[in-house]
C-alpha cells in the first residue's frame, strides 16, 4: 500500500482498516528518462504525484490528501534500485534513487566501501528518500548527515531536470539549491 508511512497515527489506521484516501495508481519507473515522462504526462494531464521510496516517511507525506480530487499517483522509485558506478579515485559512488539503504551497503562492503549513512530505518528506506527527508544516522558524528555526503544530485521538476554538482571547497555564492531540495519531501522534485 503506498498511502502511508510509518506515523503512529497511519500505522493505527493500517491495523485498524481506517485508511483514507489511497492512490488511484501506483506506476514504477525504472530510469530517468521515465521519470521525466511520467513528470511531463502528470503536469499535461493535471495528475497529483506523490513519490515513495521505501514508505518509511513518518512526516505524513505519503498520505493522499483525502480532498484532493485530481487523480493521484503514486511514484514508486524502488525499481531504480542500482549502484550505477563506483568511482574509486574520488571515493564516490553513483546510485539511483530508489536503492534501499542496506543493499546498497552490502554491494558497498563487498568492494571494501561504505556509505557511511545509517538511519534507523536503513533495512527499509531508499537513498532517494534520505535526501527528500534530510536525513541524519547513527553514525552522523563520524560521516555527517546525507547533505554532508552528496556531491552531485539529479532530480526531476515539473519545469525540468535540474543537476547540482557539490561546491567543493566550501565557499559562500549564494543560495544553495541542495538547501532547497534536501529536506524537501517531495514537494518540489522526483529524484530519478
Same mark, same amino acid.
Given at each position: ?45 493535471? $495528475?497529483?504525484?506523490?513519490?515513495? #521510496?521505501?514508505?518509511? =516517511?513518518?512526516? %505524513?507525506?505519503? &498520505?493522499?490528501? /483525502?480532498?484532493?480530487? *485530481? ?59 534520505? $535526501?527528500?527527508?534530510?536525513?541524519? #544516522?547513527?553514525?552522523? =558524528?563520524?560521516? %555527517?548527515?546525507? &547533505?554532508?555526503? /552528496?556531491?552531485?544530485? *539529479? ?38
Amino acid at each position: 500500500m503506498h498511502s502511508h508511512g510509518h506515523t503512529c497515527h497511519e500505522l493505527f489506521a493500517l491495523r485498524t482498516g481506517k485508511w483514507g484516501r489511497l492512490p488511484d495508481v501506483v506506476i514504477w519507473p525504472k530510469h530517468h528518462q521515465q521519470v521525466v515522462t511520467i513528470v511531463n504526462a502528470a503536469m499535461d494531464n493535471n $495528475v497529483c504525484l506523490i513519490p515513495f #521510496g521505501g514508505g518509511t =516517511n513518518v512526516s %505524513g507525506a505519503l &498520505e493522499c490528501p /483525502v480532498k484532493e480530487t *485530481r487523480t493521484i499517483c503514486s511514484l514508486d522509485l524502488t525499481a531504480m534500485d542500482k549502484i550505477l558506478s563506483i568511482d574509486e579515485k574520488n571515493l564516490t559512488v553513483t546510485v539511483e534513487a530508489g536503492i534501499i539503504g542496506q543493499d546498497m551497503e552490502r554491494q558497498l562492503r563487498t568492494k571494501g566501501y561504505t556509505c557511511g549513512h545509517e538511519p534507523d530505518s536503513i533495512e527499509f528506506s531508499s537513498v532517494g528518500g534520505w $535526501v527528500a527527508t534530510r536525513s541524519s #544516522g547513527m553514525k552522523k =558524528n563520524i560521516y %555527517g548527515n546525507i &547533505e554532508d555526503l /552528496v556531491v552531485h544530485m *539529479r532530480f526531476v521538476t515539473p519545469v525540468g531536470t535540474i543537476e547540482k554538482n557539490f561546491l567543493g571547497p566550501r565557499n559562500s555564492v549564494g543560495p544553495d539549491i541542495h538547501h532547497f531540495i534536501m529536506g524537501s519531501e517531495g514537494d518540489y522534485d522526483y529524484f530519478g
